[in-house]
C-alpha cells in the first residue's frame, strides 16, 4: 500500500503488521532510502512456525503453537521477547520483531530484532506444565537461536524462571552452559544486576532529558501514571526520588488522584497485598472513569499499561507536556498527529522504554565475558546509553521539524541502512 494513499484514519484500523510497515515507509522517505532498502526492512528475514507436544499434569496430551520471527541480523544477531499470550498470532510476532529492530538501533544497540510467541493462556496452566511448556518451545526453535544468532528474553507472561527454565534445556542440548542464548535470567544463572529496573530507568532518564529540554525543573512536577505494574511503579519510585509529585497512578482497578501528591509506599503496599486494591488507599479520590488519568493536568505522563489508550478520541484533552511511552504502542499514530500540533513533547516507547533491551545487551556482554559488573556501573553505562539516544533524536527531530517518533525511526533506519549497505546486500 503506498503511503500516500494511507489517511491517518485508515492507520489506526490496520493491524501492527501492517502499521510497522508504513512506519517504515514513512520515516524511510522522509530520510530518502532506496526503494530496496525499504523492501527489505518491510518484511522480517525469517519466521519459523512450530508445534510441538506438552504432556498436561492429567495425563493428557496438548499441542502447542508458537512462532519465531528474526527482522534483520544486519546489525548484529536478533534480540526480543517470547511472550506466552492466548492472542499470540504469526502478523504481531513480526511487527513485534520489527520494533525490537527499531530499538535497538535508535540506541545503537548491536542486535537486530526478534521476538516469539507461543499461543496459550498461563493462567490457566500450573507451575509445571509452564515449565514443560518454556522448555518444549525452546527445544522447537533451538536451531534458529544462540549466543551468536538470537537472543530471546522475557516478554508477556514470561519471567525470569521461564528464562532460567530455557536456558538449562538450550544448555543441555548443546552440551555446555550457554548463558549467553538468553537473557532477563535470574542473577543465579547470569542474570544483569539492575535489569529487573532497567525499563523504568531509562524511562526516568529520558524524562529527565525532556524537561531540561523544556527548561522545567522536575523538583515538584506533577506526574500521571497509567499501569502500577513492573515499569510504572518503579517510573513513578525513581521521578518521586527525583523530586517530582506522583499525582495520579492506575491498574486495573482504578484509578486514584491526590494532588498533593500520593503517598506511594502506601500504594505499593495496597497493590501487593492480595486483599486490597489501589482504590483502597484512604487520602485520594477514585476517578469515576480511570481513563481520565490519562487527561489530568499535569507536566508528565506515563502510559505504562495498555497500548492503543491515547487515540484521536481523547488526544486533544491531552493536558500533560510531556508523555512518556513507557509501554508499547499506547498512542495512535491519529493520536501522535493531535499531540505534535497542540505541542506535546511525547518520548516515544522505542527510546523511553529502551532501557530494557540495553541492559539485556549489557547481561549478554557480561555472560560472554564471564565478568559481572556493579548495579552502580550498570545504571550509569544505561544512563549514557538513553541519554546520547535521546539527544540524537532530538537534535533530527529540532531539524527535520518533525515529532520525537518520525525522529527516531529515521535514526534507526539510518543506522540500519549503513549496515545493510556496508554488508554490501544491495
Ligand atoms: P505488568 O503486567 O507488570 O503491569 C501492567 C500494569 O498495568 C498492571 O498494574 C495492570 O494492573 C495495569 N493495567 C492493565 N490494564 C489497565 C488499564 N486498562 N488501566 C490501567 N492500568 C491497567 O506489565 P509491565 O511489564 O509493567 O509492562 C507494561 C507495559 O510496558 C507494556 O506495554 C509492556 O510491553 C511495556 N514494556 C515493559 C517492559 C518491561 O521490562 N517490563 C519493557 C518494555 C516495554
Same mark, same amino acid.
Given at each position: 500500500?503506498?503511503?500516500?494513499?494511507?489517511?491517518?484514519?485508515?492507520?489506526?484500523?490496520?493491524?501492527?503488521?501492517?502499521?510497522?510497515?508504513?512506519?517504515?515507509?514513512?520515516?524511510?522517505?522522509?530520510?530518502?532510502?532506496?526503494?530496496?532498502?525499504?523492501?527489505?526492512?518491510?518484511?522480517?528475514?525469517?519466521?519459523?512456525?512450530?508445534?510441538?507436544?506438552?504432556?498436561?499434569?492429567?495425563?493428557?496430551? &496438548? !499441542?502447542?503453537? *508458537? /512462532?519465531?520471527?528474526?527482522?534483520? %541480523?544486519?546489525? @548484529? $544477531?536478533?534480540?526480543?521477547?517470547?511472550?506466552?499470550?492466548?492472542?499470540?498470532?504469526?502478523?504481531?510476532?513480526?511487527?513485534?520483531?520489527?520494533?525490537?529492530?527499531?530499538?535497538?538501533?535508535?540506541?545503537?544497540?548491536?542486535?537486530?530484532g526478534g521476538k516469539g510467541g507461543v499461543i496459550c493462556d498461563p493462567r490457566?496452566?500450573?507451575?509445571?506444565?509452564?515449565? &514443560? !511448556?518454556?522448555? *518444549? /518451545?525452546?527445544?522447537?526453535?533451538? %536451531?534458529?537461536? @544462540? $549466543?551468536e544468532k538470537d537472543i530471546p528474553a522475557p516478554d508477556v507472561y514470561t519471567n525470569a524462571q521461564t528464562m532460567g527454565w530455557m536456558m538449562d534445556t538450550y544448555s543441555r542440548m548443546k552440551g555446555k552452559f550457554s548463558p549467553g542464548v538468553i537473557t532477563g535470567k535470574p542473577l543465579s544463572l547470569g542474570g544483569s544486576k539492575g535489569r529487573n529496573e532497567a525499563t523504568a530507568r531509562g524511562c526516568a532518564f529520558a524524562i529527565e532529558q525532556a524537561m531540561e529540554k523544556l527548561n522545567k525543573p522536575l523538583q515538584g512536577a506533577t506526574v500521571a501514571v497509567q499501569g502500577f505494574g513492573n515499569a510504572g511503579r518503579i517510573v513513578a519510585d525513581l521521578l518521586a526520588e527525583k523530586g517530582c509529585k506522583i499525582v495520579a497512578v492506575s491498574d486495573t482497578s482504578g484509578a486514584i488522584y491526590q494532588k498533593d501528591g500520593l503517598n506511594l509506599d502506601e500504594v505499593k503496599k495496597l497493590k501487593d497485598d492480595k486483599n486490597s486494591k489501589i482504590t483502597d488507599l484512604s487520602d485520594a479520590q477514585v476517578l469515576e472513569n480511570p481513563e481520565e488519568i490519562l487527561e489530568l493536568d499535569v507536566d508528565i505522563l506515563v502510559p505504562a499499561a495498555l497500548e492503543n489508550v491515547i487515540t484521536r478520541k481523547n488526544a486533544d484533552r491531552i493536558q500533560a507536556?510531556?508523555?512518556?511511552?513507557?509501554a508499547n504502542g499506547p498512542t495512535t499514530p491519529k493520536a501522535d498527529e493531535v499531540l505534535?500540533?497542540?505541542?506535546?513533547?511525547?518520548?516515544?516507547?522505542?527510546?523511553?522504554?529502551?532501557?530494557?533491551?540495553?541492559?539485556?545487551?549489557?547481561?549478554?556482554?557480561?555472560?560472554?565475558?564471564?565478568?559481572?559488573?556493579?548495579?552502580?556501573?550498570?545504571?550509569?553505562?544505561?544512563?549514557?546509553?538513553?541519554?546520547?539516544?535521546?539527544?540524537?533524536?532530538?537534535?533530527?527531530?529540532?531539524?527535520?521539524?518533525?515529532?520525537?517518533?518520525?525522529a527516531a525511526y529515521m535514526v534507526a533506519i539510518k543506522r540500519i541502512t549503513e549496515a545493510i549497505e556496508a554488508r554490501g546486500w544491495i
Open positions: 500500500m503506498p503511503v500516500s494513499t494511507v489517511t491517518s484514519d485508515k492507520l489506526e484500523s490496520l493491524n501492527p503488521y501492517e502499521i510497522v510497515q508504513i512506519q517504515i515507509d514513512q520515516a524511510g522517505k522522509k530520510l530518502g532510502v532506496s526503494e530496496d532498502i525499504l523492501n527489505i526492512l518491510k518484511k522480517p528475514k525469517r519466521v519459523l512456525s512450530v508445534s510441538f507436544p506438552v504432556k498436561m499434569d492429567d495425563g493428557s496430551i &496438548r !499441542v502447542f503453537e *508458537g /512462532f519465531r520471527s528474526q527482522h534483520t %541480523d544486519a546489525m @548484529g $544477531p536478533t534480540k526480543g521477547g517470547i511472550r506466552f499470550h492466548p492472542d499470540v498470532t504469526m502478523d504481531e510476532v513480526k511487527a513485534l520483531s520489527m520494533w525490537m529492530s527499531f530499538k535497538c538501533a535508535v540506541t545503537d544497540v548491536p542486535y537486530g490457566k496452566l500450573s507451575k509445571g506444565e509452564i515449565e &514443560r !511448556v518454556s522448555r *518444549g /518451545f525452546i527445544e522447537a526453535i533451538a %536451531d534458529i537461536v @544462540g $549466543p507536556k510531556v508523555v512518556a511511552e513507557a505534535f500540533k497542540k505541542g506535546v513533547h511525547l518520548i516515544p516507547d522505542i527510546l523511553a522504554n529502551a532501557g530494557g533491551v540495553i541492559v539485556s545487551y549489557f547481561e549478554w556482554v557480561q555472560n560472554l565475558m564471564h565478568y559481572y559488573w556493579t548495579e552502580e556501573e550498570v545504571n550509569s553505562k544505561l544512563k549514557e546509553k538513553i541519554v546520547r539516544s535521546y539527544n540524537e533524536v532530538y537534535d533530527l527531530a529540532q531539524k527535520e521539524n518533525t515529532d520525537l517518533r518520525t
